[in-house]
């Protein structure tokens, strides 16, 4: 038997407590339908729906709202970035046990004007059209696809350098990480990328480039055909002895 895993440590993680054997672990990254970009019209509208004007630089994330996501210190990253971005607007796409929670603290900090919560979304990647930038706060990940959809709609990305993401994300060619639980580094990457919309499109570029290099759905279809046929070969030999 053979046992796939989306990363190397994930895969370091299973061998180490013998959840399986290490020999029997394989390493095959998430992978997505590389689609068409949303049109400007859905920017327009999401805009609209939520009170947003069009030129609002938006902060956005997309995930279950659980606290291993760490929505709670993207919150808290948004209200110190706001210091020196006053019309920064936030978007959380996502539902889940730590919704409440979250929405308080929205409005201790005094944020319910600018922070915007839309619950679970059947197509959450519409979402994506009216960012200008992702945000992944996650003090734990394995391989993370909302990464990979925000590239795919040509987002730069901040995330928390946990997990696969450190070896997805180069910081400064293709999007800017922050050490786990760090909001204040967190903060000054959003202002960053925020103020600099140059360096945010160039990012956002890369991060494309990136998906369809490494990580489109018929690229890791074809990884998946050779492991299977590789394991094919050592079955027949085995067999054949």
Known sequence: ????????????????????????????????????????????DIRAQLGIPLETPVVGTVGRLTEVKRQDLLIRAFALARENVRDLRLIIVGDGPERNRLETLTREMGLTTCVHFVGYQPHPERYLSAFDLFALTSRSEGFPVALLEAWNAGLAVVCSAVGEIPNIVTAGLNGFLFAS??????ARAFENLILDRSMRERLGRAGQATVLRFYTIEGVAKRYESLYRELLRFSQCAGSK
């Open 181 to 186: 639980g760090d909001v204040v580094a967190a």
């Open 1 to 44: 038997k053979t046992f796939c895993c989306v990363s190397a440590e994930i895969a370091k993680s299973a061998a180490r407590w013998r959840t399986v054997d290490g020999a029997k672990l394989r390493v095959v990254p998430n992978g997505i339908s590389i689609g068409r970009q949303e049109a400007r019209s859905q920017y327009d």
